[in-house]
C-alpha cells in the first residue's frame, strides 16, 4: 500500500506564488513518473507537469514559464512551485505518482487526496 498526502495549497492574490509539496510513504521500492494534475469546477482533470526518474520535465503549455516542478527522490517527494498565479490556475491539485511496490514489484498508479488552490483577482 502507497499513500501520497499533498500539502501546500491556499489562497492567493494573482500574481502570487505557492508551493505544492506531495510526499509518497508506504511499500515503494521505487518511484517512477511523479506528476501534478488539476481540476476546476466543471472541467475536467488536466495535467499540469510531469517529472520522469530521470529528471525529465513535461508541462502544461498555460504553465510554462510559471510552473516548476522537481522531486526529492531521497524524501520520495515531488514540489510544484508555481509563481505568477493567474485566477484560472485555481482548481484542486492533485498528485500522482506511478511507483514499483515492494510486495510484487509490480507497477501502480496511485492518486493524492488534492489540495485546494485558490486565486483571487
Known amino acids: 500500500q502507497v499513500q501520497l498526502v499533498e500539502s501546500g495549497g491556499g489562497l492567493v492574490q494573482a500574481g502570487g506564488s505557492l508551493r505544492l509539496s506531495c510526499a509518497a510513504s508506504?511499500?515503494?521500492?521505487?518511484?517512477?513518473?511523479m506528476g501534478w494534475y488539476r481540476q476546476a469546477p466543471g472541467r475536467q482533470r488536466e495535467l499540469v507537469a510531469t517529472?520522469?526518474?530521470?529528471?525529465?520535465?513535461n508541462y502544461a503549455d498555460s504553465v510554462k514559464g510559471r510552473f516548476t516542478i522537481s522531486r526529492d527522490n531521497a524524501k520520495n517527494t515531488v514540489y510544484l512551485q508555481m509563481n505568477s498565479l493567474k485566477p484560472e490556475d485555481t482548481a484542486v491539485y492533485y498528485c500522482?505518482?506511478?511507483?514499483?511496490?515492494?510486495?510484487?514489484?509490480?507497477?501502480?498508479?496511485?492518486w493524492g487526496q488534492g489540495t485546494q488552490v485558490t486565486v483571487s483577482s
Open positions: 500522482r505518482a506511478t511507483v514499483t511496490v515492494t510486495t510484487s514489484r509490480g507497477n501502480y498508479l496511485y
Open positions: 508506504g511499500s515503494i521500492f521505487s518511484i517512477n513518473t
Open positions: 517529472i520522469t526518474s530521470g529528471d525529465n520535465t
